[in-house]
């Protein structure tokens, strides 16, 4: 990969190594490059991770959305939030377990429970919570039935430079935005997603640890008719022993 100029000492580092679990593998960074920088059209064509920086892509929500301004303008609907006795949360495909409207599925524990709540009891919980406990993790998505404020922020979203990249890079319709609030220390298990993926920090920090294609064998994917689809069988158990 070619070398990139290191121009992280314009943000603000919110977190340093001591935030981060240790993995025995090691890592190379992903390229940090601002919107404007023709290579950031490079990487995207080649397939390549690129963190973009400057783009404003989520101004209205990094200038307004505390947990405070989502609980008081999320709305009355539920959310949906996942409750994990570990750090973990698989995702699991519930309409692929056995049951009997659906018999031919997959017997199967989940490891993780989901619940439909209101955006103030899980404010609550999370304020609230002790460890020992239950982790949670919202994973909303944002429809036109939030509330009129943060839609306002949502359409004030920098639409015209991501339907731009769309376009030039020929990827399919933008199917679906997501709000995610974790606690620290919440961990997405390896995955692959089937489409491209635009990622936006509103607050805090996540660090993504990508594989590359070349390795997918490697990753030992769950059969496509099991729950955990997509998902890797690989733990971090397995990965240090091999
Ligand atoms: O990283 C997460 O916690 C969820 C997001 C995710 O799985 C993804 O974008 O593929």
Redesign the pocket.
């Known amino acids: 990969m070619a070398s990139v100029p290191d121009i992280r000492s314009c943000e603000k580092k919110l977190w340093d190594s001591s935030n981060l679990r240790k993995y025995c593998l090691n890592f190379e960074e992903v390229p940090r490059l601002f919107y404007d920088d023709p290579r950031v059209d490079e990487f995207i064509c080649s397939h390549k991770p690129v963190v973009i920086l400057g783009s404003n892509l989520v101004k209205p929500a990094i200038d307004r959305w505390s947990l405070e301004y989502i609980e008081r303008n999320m709305g009355t609907d539920v959310n949906t939030v996942f409750f994990s006795r570990n750090h973990k949360?698989k995702?699991f495909d519930d309409k692929k377990i056995h049951s009997c409207n659906n018999p031919r599925g997959v017997e199967f524990s989940p490891p993780m429970r989901k619940e439909e709540m209101k955006i103030e009891d899980f404010m609550k919980r999370l304020r609230e919570w002790k460890r020992g406990e239950e982790r949670l993790?919202m994973?909303q998505s944002l429809t036109s039935a939030v509330g009129p404020n943060i839609v306002q922020d949502f359409i004030g979203f920098n639409w015209k430079w991501i339907n731009s990249k769309q376009k030039a890079h020929n990827w399919g319709k933008l199917t679906s935005n997501l709000l995610?609030i974790?606690m620290e220390g919440?961990v997405?298990p390896c995955?692959y997603?089937e489409q491209e993926?635009f990622?936006a920090e509103v607050h805090g920090y996540?660090r993504?640890i990508l594989f590359s294609p070349d390795q997918f064998q490697c990753m030992y994917p769950y059969p496509v008719h099991h729950p955990h689809d997509r998902q890797s069988m690989v733990s971090k158990m397995v990965m240090m022993t091999i």
Do not use: M
């Open positions: 949360f995702y993790y994973q995610y974790s919440n997405t995955h997603d993926n990622f996540k993504c």
